[in-house]
T-cell receptor, first 112, second 113 residues
């Protein structure tokens, strides 16, 4: 049972490039979320999904897209990277109950 | 509006001393409350959670937290800190329905020998 996995661990992009951060979970959880973590800001919710085919915006969705075609995978796409998207990105999943979120190890993204 | 406040950005304690990390929340309904710990370069690990019932909850690694509805607080405590407890600690509040989760800005703990 690998839990929540994220790839890559580190990534450097140039402004304007696009990329996809991968997230997968093997716990059959319905809910999955993407957060970004910035110094002094805590974790902020970007997008989330409550099941395959269902996604919604969180607190800071601009510049990011998501889709959920399977229960296991929840990729986060940056369409045109900007320096303001330099951050550490965490994926999390949970079941309806007991509500605990399980976090992946994170992806550290730098946009130059 | 929902929010979580951790008033202490950084705390330094001596090994063996007691610890209390503060957390205050603003939420319109009965909250689900959590404390997570993050070691450097790692993801977040759940320390403990409160959903209902006994307001004093026990967690892993010897941590406990007390929910005080009248003060909108959920402070984390440990009677004797170990050097391995040095980390970043996050308080979070969640909705009963949907997937809205709000994190505090974190408290960084340094443990000195």
């Amino acid at each position: 049972n690998a839990g929540v996995t994220q790839t890559p661990k580190f990534q450097v992009l140039k402004t304007g490039q696009s990329m996809t951060l991968q997230c997968a979970q093997d716990m059959n959880h319905e809910y999955m979320s993407w957060y970004r973590q910035d110094p002094g800001m805590g974790l902020r919710l970007i997008h989330y999904s409550v099941g395959a085919g269902i996604t919604d915006q969180g607190e800071v969705p601009n510049g990011y897209n998501v889709s959920r075609s399977t229960t296991e995978d929840f990729p986060l796409r940056l369409l045109s990277a900007a320096p303001s998207q330099t951050s550490v990105y965490f994926c999390a999943s949970r079941d309806r109950a007991p509500y605990e979120q399980y976090f992946g190890p994170g992806t550290r993204l730098t946009v130059t | 509006a929902q929010s979580v406040t951790q008033p202490d950005i950084h705390i330094t304690v001596s090994e063996g001393a007691s610890l209390e990390l503060r957390c205050n929340y603003s939420y319109g309904a009965t909250p689900y409350l959590f404390w997570y710990v993050q070691s450097p370069g790692q993801g977040l690990q759940l320390l403990l959670k409160y959903f209902s019932g006994d307001t004093l909850v026990q967690g892993i690694k010897g941590f406990e937290a007390e929910f005080k509805r009248s003060q909108s607080s959920f402070n984390l405590r440990k009677p004797s800190v170990h050097w391995s407890d040095a980390a970043e600690y996050f308080c979070a509040v969640g909705a009963i329905f949907g997937n809205q989760f709000y994190f505090g800005t974190g408290t960084s703990l340094t443990v000195i020998p």
